[in-house]
Structures are given as C-alpha cells and as structure tokens.
C-alpha cells in the first residue's frame, strides 16, 4: 500500500481502488460485515491521505489547477495539459491513417496538427514524437491502423475480461484463478490508460 501512495502515480491509485471494489464485487463472501469493514478501511484511507500535507491531495490539487489552466488556455504546457495535447496527436494520427497505421516518427508537423487542434504545443508535439503516445490503447490504434489495433485491443483487454468475468460469476468449480486473472487484466487496462 505505501509503495502505491508514495510512487505519486495518480493511474497507480485509481487502480488499486477499482481492485478493491472489483474484489467486492466478485467476492462469493456475500456477508454483511465484508462490506462494512471494507467500507470502513477504503474510508479510512481517503480520509488519512487527504489531509493537508499528504501526497494525495498535493496530487489532487496540482491536477485540479492543471485542469483549470488547460481549460482557460493559461497553459498548455503542464503535466496535465501535455498528456491532453498528446491524446489530441494521438486522434488526429489515427484519422490520417484508419488502414495502416502511422509510426510514432512519422507524425505530422505540428503547423499541420494546430490547424485542427490550435492547443496542441511545441513540447506537447515533442513528447509525442519522441517519448510515444500517454495513453497505451490510443498508441496500438495509430500504429496498427483502427482494423488491426481495434482487434488488438479487443484481445488482450476486453475478451480476455469477458472470459474472467463469467468465469468469476457462472462457473461451478473453483473460482479463484479467474478472479486473479480479472484483476490482473482490469490493473493493465487502466494501466493502459494512464501510462506512457
């Protein structure tokens, strides 16, 4: 758990919370008292890494004000604003080339790219270019073409998910290593979209 907090990745705890609640879901443990001191121990945390000085809110706030500045056009170059144009890339990439797909050197010139997206920047568009796409999905889909990439995608998350799923819920043997194999999917899925 501290290494979860204290890595100051935001996707890292986003997933850790959607595990525990995933976990209760698919828990066969229907009891009340599961429930309730579960709820207890995710309330316990928010509110013990929320105050003032924590990681947490220090994180909560800078992606608050990042936000903001995006979204007024203050600047675009903070961390947040950066991954935002880079998805903007990412869109724009895929557009070009639905068939085949486009390597991550052969993006368009950013004069190209600010004439349908105007936020895009400098460091955004050189980010992209250099570091690869932020959001893992949107980078299969532009290097693959949408055909390709879409089957991809549906491979390695959403199949997988749908198979883990029903293995959790309907099947009548042993449910354990399907309900470790859902986690482990759902951890990379929303790693996927918060990782560059």
Not at 84 to 93: A, E, Q, R
Request: hydrophobic fraction near 45%; charged fraction near 15%.
């Amino acid at each position: 758990m501290n290494k979860i907090i204290f890595s100051q990745t935001r996707t890292s705890w986003v997933s850790f919370t959607c595990v525990i609640i995933l976990f209760l879901i698919i828990s066969k443990n229907k009891k009340f008292y599961l429930y309730f001191y579960s709820l207890i121990v995710i309330l316990f945390f928010t509110y013990n890494f929320s105050s003032d000085d924590s990681i947490i809110n220090s994180e909560i706030v800078q992606t608050y004000d990042s936000f903001v500045n995006y979204s007024n056009r203050s600047s675009q170059d903070t961390s947040l604003g950066i991954r935002f144009n880079m998805v903007l890339i990412d869109i724009y990439t895929i557009t070009q080339n639905l068939a085949w797909g486009t390597a991550k050197e052969d993006i368009q010139n950013l004069s190209v790219i600010n004439e349908i997206f105007p936020s895009v920047t400098h460091e955004s568009h050189h980010c992209r270019k250099y570091s690869g796409s932020h959001v893992e999905i949107l980078a299969v889909l532009a290097r693959q073409g949408l055909v390709l990439g879409s089957f991809t995608v549906f491979s390695i998350f959403l199949f997988p998910t749908f198979i883990f799923i029903r293995g959790s819920f309907f099947e009548n043997h042993s449910t354990c290593h399907y309900k470790t194999a859902l986690i482990a999917v759902v951890c990379l899925l929303i790693s996927s979209l918060g990782i560059q």
